[in-house]
C-alpha cells in the first residue's frame, strides 16, 4: 500500500476520496446507533454533508470522458444530490421507511458500489492499495 497516487492526484481527487471514506466510517457508525436519537440526527447531517462533497467534487474530477468531459459517474453524483433531499425531507416529514430506505440505497449504492469501481486495475486507489 503507498499513498503516493492519492498524494499526486489532483485537489479535487483528494477532496474526494476523503469525503467518501469519511463517510463511508459514519455510515457505518450510523448503523450503530439508536434511529430518531440526537445522536442519529447529528451524525446523519454530517453524512450528508459528506455526501455531497463527495459527489459535488465528483464534477471536477474527469479521468473517464464518455459525453465531453463527463461520464456515467456524474449521473450517479446528480442522482445522488437528488435523493439526498429526498431524504432529508422524508426524515423531517416523519416518512421514515422512505428516508431509511433512502439513506440505505444512497450508501449501499452510491458509496460502496461506486467505491468498488475504483478498486479495479489501473484506478488510482487500486494502485494506493495493491502497490
Given at each position: 500500500?503507498?499513498?503516493?497516487?492519492?498524494?499526486?492526484?489532483?485537489?479535487?481527487?483528494q477532496?474526494?476520496?476523503?469525503?467518501a471514506l469519511?463517510?463511508l466510517g459514519l455510515?457505518?457508525?450510523?448503523?450503530?446507533?439508536?434511529?430518531?436519537?440526537?445522536?442519529?440526527?447529528?451524525?446523519?447531517?454530517?453524512?450528508?454533508?459528506?455526501?455531497?462533497?463527495?459527489a459535488?467534487?465528483?464534477?471536477f474530477?474527469?479521468?473517464?470522458?464518455?459525453v465531453?468531459?463527463?461520464?456515467?459517474?456524474?449521473?450517479?453524483s446528480?442522482?445522488?444530490?437528488?435523493?439526498?433531499?429526498?431524504a432529508?425531507?422524508?426524515?423531517?416529514t416523519h416518512?421514515?421507511?422512505?428516508?431509511?430506505?433512502?439513506?440505505i440505497?444512497?450508501f449501499?449504492?452510491?458509496?460502496i458500489?461506486a467505491?468498488?469501481?475504483?478498486l479495479?486495475?489501473g484506478?488510482l486507489?487500486?494502485?494506493?492499495?495493491?502497490?
Amino acid at each position: 500500500m503507498t499513498l503516493e497516487p492519492l498524494l499526486s492526484a489532483s485537489p479535487a481527487i483528494q477532496i474526494h476520496t476523503v469525503a467518501a471514506l469519511l463517510a463511508l466510517g459514519l455510515g457505518l457508525g450510523q448503523f450503530t446507533l439508536k434511529r430518531g436519537s440526537v445522536p442519529h440526527r447529528l451524525v446523519g447531517w454530517g453524512w450528508v454533508l459528506l455526501m455531497v462533497v463527495t459527489a459535488g467534487s465528483s464534477f471536477f474530477i474527469h479521468q473517464i470522458r464518455l459525453v465531453g468531459l463527463w461520464s456515467p459517474i456524474h449521473l450517479l453524483s446528480v442522482y445522488t444530490l437528488i435523493m439526498l433531499v429526498v431524504a432529508v425531507h422524508a426524515a423531517r416529514t416523519h416518512r421514515v421507511l422512505t428516508h431509511r430506505y433512502t439513506m440505505i440505497s444512497l450508501f449501499v449504492f452510491a458509496l460502496i458500489g461506486a467505491g468498488a469501481f475504483t478498486l479495479l486495475p489501473g484506478r488510482l486507489m487500486h494502485a494506493v492499495l495493491f502497490s
